[in-house]
């Protein structure tokens, strides 16, 4: 069956503009992560969604980022007045439910790269 | 908190021979781990998980970690590499919380040669 599907591929912005990054989750997958990897950071956690709970986004690290999850489906990561520091690989994830014991199944991700 | 610290971050080996890739936990539970495998310019894939039922744990592709609490340690091995072996690889800690996010250690590059 069809994995995460992460849109675009590839991001180049220049400094000071907003983007927007797209993922699709394995369908019937009720929970879905953001995670960021980057050169300086490693692999750190963003924001988490779960059915229509409220989200926990105690990883986000500004309040230029901010993500929704439509229908508890397809989410959206909002990145707003781009920084260099920002350029990065944004990886979606999503399993079947909250769990310690489920896998979550990643996405390929986008590379952001901010001039 | 919890948390995971991976001691090489290059690790090189000669195909045909044995793997290992190391891996220290800190929990004050019981912790669940897993390994990782990202190959250049894929996704990351898992390899293999432990959620508190036997403590070596059998993965994809030949590879085996054992957890170790007395050593605080989830190691991963293979006995054979193989030149498609060649990737980064993350030792992660899920989170006992509400959220169950994942903790990524910093990752070790395991080179394969000839």
């Known amino acids: 069956g069809a994995g995460v599907s992460q849109s675009p591929s590839n991001k180049v912005t220049e400094k000071g503009k907003d983007v927007e990054l797209r993922c699709d989750p394995i369908?019937?997958?009720?929970?879905l992560y953001w995670y960021r990897q980057s050169l300086g950071q490693g692999l750190e956690f963003l924001i988490y969604?779960?059915?229509?709970?409220?989200?926990?986004k105690s990883g986000l690290p500004s309040d230029r980022f901010s993500a929704e999850r439509t229908g508890g489906s397809v989410s959206t990561l909002t990145i707003q007045r781009t920084q260099q520091e920002d350029s990065a690989v944004y990886l979606c994830?999503?399993?079947?439910?909250?769990?310690?014991?489920?896998?979550?199944?990643f996405g390929p991700g986008t590379r952001l790269t901010v001039l | 908190a919890q948390s995971v610290t991976q001691l090489d971050s290059h690790v090189s080996v000669s195909e045909g021979t044995p793997v290992l890739l190391r891996c220290n936990y800190s929990?004050?539970?019981?912790?669940?781990l897993f390994w990782y495998v990202q190959h250049p310019n894929k996704g990351l894939q898992l390899l293999l998980k432990?959620?508190?039922?036997?403590?070596l744990v059998k993965g994809i592709n030949g590879f085996e970690a054992e957890f170790k609490k007395s050593e605080t340690s989830f190691h991963l091995t293979k006995p054979s590499a193989h030149m498609s072996d060649a990737a980064e690889y993350f030792c992660?800690?899920?989170?006992?919380?509400?959220?169950?996010?994942?903790?990524f250690g910093t990752g070790t590059r395991l080179q394969v040669t000839l």
């Open positions: 994830a999503s399993s079947v439910r909250t769990s310690r014991d489920n896998e979550q199944f």
């Open positions: 369908s019937g997958h009720t929970a």
């Open positions: 969604f779960q059915g229509n709970s409220a989200p926990d």
């Open positions: 929990s004050s539970y019981s912790p669940s």
């Open positions: 432990y959620t508190s039922a036997a403590t």
């Open positions: 992660v800690v899920i989170h006992t919380g509400t959220t169950s996010k994942l903790t």
